[in-house]
């Protein structure tokens, strides 16, 4: 049952707030468990994570996990969004009951120049000090209680990643915070202090705030280089000409307005740290640095990311066989089931041929799916993913990227989507739109049951020095080419097209931490929930259109090949195979690219409905792969499917959109079509280009034709 409007406005909003690599998202996990749900910020193209957390005596409040800031002066749509919601500026939403800030206990005085901002501004606080197994390997030792009393905000120790202070943060949530805080008395040089409090006093006069407000807003008056920019609608000229000529002084005084507030609240943070910290031994070089001598080593680090990143497609194969043979057993059963109970007939085969068919071919690879993620998450949540980053930026920056594009483009080996949609955190449009426009090149997890049906059906298992298989090394090596072809456009694009230089990554490198497995199972779950979504509705769907098409009009007296061939699906694959054919595909797979026009996976689901309609006991006996090898043209005796068909087919799905989603995103994050059909055009015309190649050369080598 949909709640109503006024049972969620009745319910408590906590905000989730903090630096990036804090452990917020663990933090997150911990309160709401499988409670949560993503959306979009009315209005926006920014992502808001929610969840329920429900207490003891059993009512609820909503969670908002916010993306990670560094403080309130924001610098992308997502950290202005975030900022507007904590100080009550969205109408869409009411300003948090409480703010839950979590803090790195390993780097206190860092974190708390936003935590202190939070405190000045009013917002009821809790401070999580999060990661403090962290800091007590470093031989850190914090006095949270003098820690709280110095802040005058509750301060809860923990370590999220495992459950401990979870409990009593749960608890602290369930009463009202506790707060004595104040502003806080920042070291400040005497004119701007003075200009400040005059500032503040006509401010006051013309009833805008009361006096703490007024003093804040005074501030951000005459330090920050944009507030008066945007908002001179809010005050009338006489105000604005005082604040310019108050910049004008302050300026002439020598004094830079833009880092003196900054320094002045880095020096409170720093006299605050420095009050609560013990440290068992003098800083030096931490494990976590000895590990980066090696691990970001622009050799070493180099080999051993691609180490790693074999060994992930490597277990990907060896991992999954046996749940994937279960699955598809299963789905075996159920087929056999129906065809005993049911009469033969059209709704028969309907449920088997089409829905069961083309549904059960896509899930049989959800086991290679959630392997994938589980890797992914173990490396993020480990902290290796930053050193992927800061290794990547070195071979980015040569092709004109930002350094910021690592992170999206990241994101875009789950889903081009979340991909297109971080590069919000890139400043410089051009440097964005060429983020945006090579995203989708890298091969998300919906390739990767076109992958490994292909390489599983035509890749021979051969090992690789004993120890890696061919499969594994194909599928690892359609990656590296995804992110080739990727670089390569951006740096044509960036010679041409959007010209610019480009700033390098500046980047994070947290402490190597031990994964958290419930925040991996919980984002493994995130991800098979949406991919069994998609294959109960988009293919389930796609499925069935596909049976009628296939199955319409009627061939009296037909084999079942011939009647694939006079229906509708058979004669809009004749049609578009002879701008296909010079490629190596056959009118049948024509409808696979048809059909994955919607979703790459698709073309998986099209051929297990195209086969299982063209087989004659129509039970689904024989795997989908076993079919695509003995397929033969009933004319010619040639295979429909050869190894150099697979490698073509698999170049084809790394190059081309293949994603009406992703269009739609990169629409609406463009503000128009032009971009979009851009997009489409290039990627379908380098697909075409270089599969053509890659099949003209194999035809030329002797490897089929």
């Not at 790195?104 to 501004?121: C, H, K, T, V, W």
């Not at 280089?225 to 000409?241: F, G, N, S, V």
């Not at 007296?557 to 190596?584: C, K, N």
Request: hydrophobic content about 45%.
């Amino acid at each position: 049952m949909r709640e109503s409007a006024t049972e969620r406005v009745a319910r408590k909003t906590i905000a989730l707030v903090g630096n990036p690599n804090t452990g917020k998202s663990t933090v997150f996990n911990a309160l709401t468990g499988m409670r949560q749900k993503v959306s979009n910020y009315p209005g926006v193209t920014v992502e808001k994570k929610e969840g329920r957390f429900v207490t003891a005596d059993g009512s609820e409040s909503i969670v908002v996990d916010l993306p990670g800031t560094y403080s309130l002066t924001p610098h992308s749509p997502d950290e202005t969004v975030s900022i507007d919601l904590l100080l009550g500026r969205r109408d869409d939403a009411a300003p948090p009951a409480i703010a839950v800030c979590v803090v790195d206990a390993s780097n206190l005085e860092r974190n708390l120049y936003f935590a202190g901002q939070l405190i000045d501004y009013g917002i009821p606080v809790i401070v999580a000090l999060n990661m403090m197994d962290v800091a007590r390997a470093l031989g850190i030792t914090i006095n949270h209680r003098k820690l709280s009393s110095d802040l005058g905000v509750q301060v809860i120790p923990m370590t999220a990643s495992k459950a401990l202070g979870v409990e009593e943060l749960k608890e602290a949530l369930m009463r009202e915070p506790l707060s004595t805080a104040q502003p806080h008395q920042l070291s400040l040089p005497e004119p701007v202090v003075r200009e400040c409090e005059e500032l503040a006093s006509l401010l006051r006069k013309r009833g805008r705030s009361p006096e703490a407000a007024a003093y804040r807003e005074a501030m951000e008056l005459l330090t920050s280089p944009a507030a008066l920019l945007d908002r001179t609608d809010r005050y009338d000229p006489d105000l604005i000409a005082h604040v310019k000529k108050d910049h004008q002084k302050l300026e002439f005084l020598g004094i830079d307005r833009e880092s003196v507030l900054v320094n002045s609240r880095y020096a409170w943070a720093r006299q605050i740290a420095a009050g609560v910290t013990e440290r068992a031994f003098a800083p030096g070089m931490t494990t976590s640095d000895r590990i980066d001598r090696i691990v970001t080593h622009k050799v070493w680090g180099l080999l051993i990311f691609l180490a790693v990143m074999a060994l992930v497609f490597q277990s990907i194969f060896s991992w999954t066989a046996l749940p994937m043979e279960w699955i598809s057993q299963g789905f075996d059963r159920l087929g056999h089931s129906l065809a005993a109970k049911l009469p033969p007939g059209d709704l028969r085969a309907l449920l088997i041929d089409g829905a069961l068919a083309g549904v059960s071919s896509v899930v049989t690879f959800l086991p290679q799916i959630l392997c994938l993620f589980f890797f992914l998450g173990i490396l993020e949540d480990t902290g290796y993913m930053a050193r992927a980053a800061y290794m990547m930026d070195r071979m980015m920056s040569r092709v004109g990227l930002h350094g910021k594009a690592f992170i999206p483009l990241l994101s875009s080996f789950a889903c081009a989507i979340p991909g297109i949609m971080a590069t919000r955190t890139i400043d410089n449009q051009k440097d964005r739109l060429a983020t945006m426009l090579v995203a989708p090149l890298m091969s998300c997890s919906a390739r990767l049951p076109v992958y490994t049906l292909l390489i599983g059906a035509f890749i021979p298992a051969v090992k690789i020095f004993g120890i890696l298989s061919l499969p594994a090394m194909v599928l690892f090596g359609l990656y590296v080419f995804g992110i080739v072809a990727a670089l390569a456009v951006a740096l044509l694009f960036k010679k041409t097209l959007l010209k610019g230089s480009s700033p390098g990554l500046v980047i994070e490198l947290p402490p190597y931490k031990m994964p958290s497995l419930r925040a991996i199972l919980l984002h493994m779950w995130e991800r098979c929930e949406v991919f069994l979504k998609n294959a109960g509705t988009i293919i389930l769907a796609a499925s069935i259109v596909l049976w009628f098409l296939a199955t319409y009009p009627r061939l009296p007296g037909g084999t079942p090949a011939e009647q694939l061939q006079h229906s509708f699906a058979g004669r809009m694959g004749r049609v578009i195979e002879p701008v296909i054919q010079p490629l190596g595909f056959n009118w049948k797979i024509g409808i696979g690219l048809v059909t994955s026009l919607l979703q790459r996976e698709v073309f998986v689901s099209t051929m297990g409905t195209i086969y299982n309609i063209q087989d004659d006991n129509g039970e689904g006996s024989i795997s989908l792969r076993a079919h695509m090898q003995q397929d033969r043209d009933p004319v010619s005796g040639a295979p429909t499917f050869t190894v150099l068909t697979a490698v073509c087919l698999m170049v084809y799905y790394v190059l081309a959109m293949q994603c009406l989603s992703t269009v739609a995103v990169m629409r609406r994050e463009t503000n128009g079509w032009k971009w979009p059909l851009f997009q489409i055009g290039y990627m379908s015309l380098l697909a075409y280009s270089v599969t053509l190649l890659v099949h003209s050369a194999g035809v030329w080598m002797g490897w089929g034709g």
